[in-house]
């Protein structure tokens, strides 16, 4: 098995790192099996790969909080249930997420609908008129995940910590 980490260098998934994730799907010299993103400022257990490849899932995340005085997971819910252990949910951020690279040979690199300038592959923001982000590239690419027929997994029995002003 072969395992490739992305690990972004800040909030914003910069076009380096997607054309990195692009080069790497497209490599037919090494054939990954799976891509690991985890973000530097996440805390996590030695074993959080290997709990999340035992998920056996193509998508699967681990629930970490955000890093700001007003906590909120990094997930989104289908209802207001907060399930435990290993569920679906409609997104989940990059911080700390497996996916199966077969996943980026089922999904359009681009949607022409949300192509400008920073576009960047799998990983594209929508943004609003004001500058603004109306819905960040994990979102996004959930979104489109789930389009393709893809269910996207959260794992919530893990301690992750998001450094910010204090490890939250």
């Known amino acids: 098995m072969k395992i490739a980490i992305g690990m972004p260098t800040n909030r914003l998934i910069k076009s380096k790192t997607a054309q990195s994730v692009m080069r790497l799907v ?20 030695p074993d959080t790969l290997d709990e999340l490849l035992l998920c056996d899932k193509d998508i699967v995340g681990c629930v970490y909080k955000t890093k700001y005085e007003t ?7 289908f209802d207001d249930e ?27 690199q681009s949607y ?23 819905m960040s590239h994990d979102w996004l690419f959930c979104k489109h ?15 992750i910590g998001h450094i910010g002003q204090f490890c939250y």
């Open 26 to 45: 497209a490599n037919t010299k090494v054939d990954y099996d799976y891509l690991f993103f985890i973000d530097d400022d996440q805390v996590f257990p």
């Open 71 to 77: 906590q909120a997971d990094v997930c989104e819910y």
């Open 82 to 108: 907060r399930p435990q252990g290993l569920f679906k949910v409609k997104a989940i951020g990059t911080g700390c997420l497996l996916i199966k690279c077969d996943v980026f040979r089922r999904i359009p």
């Open 112 to 134: 022409p609908e949300e192509y400008d300038e920073t576009s960047c592959g799998w990983f594209n923001y929508i943004w609003n008129d004001n500058g603004s982000v109306a």
């Open 145 to 159: 995940a789930r389009e393709c027929g893809y269910d996207i997994w959260a794992l919530n029995t893990l301690e």
